[in-house]
């Protein structure tokens, strides 16, 4: 029913943490996992321990054309990217039947970010959800899509998050108000290299 991908790059402890919350709450998910680190083989040999594919990019093509290879590759109704140093605090089932019920095509996920590594303070909400603002609509740096509208886009110089809300933030992505189904603790490392977060 649903996919889960995202691309990885040494972090192989973060990485470690990331499959085992997503199994802890989902057996039978389809994880999908773009292999960029320079350490490639060691990388390969954590995601062996578990049941998830792996997509051997190497060198790194970097994080945008790491996600248009995952995206191509998609074959579940629905999809969810993730980042490798994520924790799911829950099961994403809800969110999943909010979709479903409501004919929503990209449904925002709400997610607890903390940053490590600047001063920057996310406004929150009442759960302590991260809450962005563009455009006067709340956005989520994640969110669960419909895989036939999401193999539309091919991301170029924005994020996926970013595009995404800029192709079809106006009428076609809602954010689902409730309590954390993640929590993104970001710290600097060589990926956020040159980068405000």
Not at 20 to 30: A, G, Q, R, V, W
Not at 71 to 88: G, H, M, R
Not at 132 to 154: M, P, Q, S, Y
Request: charged letters at 25%; aromatic letters at 10%.
């Amino acid at each position: 029913m649903i996919e889960i991908f995202f691309p990885t790059k040494d972090r192989n402890s973060e990485l470690r943490k990331c499959i085992e919350s997503i199994l802890n709450y989902h057996t039978d998910i389809k994880v999908t996992i773009a292999n960029c680190s320079n350490d490639y083989e060691e990388t390969s040999k954590i995601l062996r321990d578990y049941p998830v594919k792996e997509v051997l990019l190497n060198p790194d093509p970097g994080m945008n054309e790491s996600f248009n290879v995952l995206i191509s590759q998609l074959s579940q109704p629905l999809s969810l990217w993730l980042s490798d140093d994520v924790v799911l605090k829950r099961p994403l089932d809800t969110a999943i039947d909010y979709l479903n019920s409501n004919q929503i095509d990209i449904l925002g996920i709400p997610f607890i970010d903390n940053i490590h590594y600047t001063d920057i303070n996310w406004p929150v909400d009442q759960y302590g959800c991260a809450n962005w603002i563009e455009n006067g609509r709340r956005v989520g740096h994640f969110a669960i899509c419909k895989t036939d509208i999401l193999k539309t886009v091919t991301l170029q110089r924005e994020t996926i998050d970013t595009q995404i809300f800029i192709l079809f933030g106006r009428n076609r992505y809602e954010f689902f108000e409730s309590e954390a189904f993640i929590v993104h603790d970001r710290y600097m490392d060589e990926t956020r290299k040159n980068r405000k977060i």
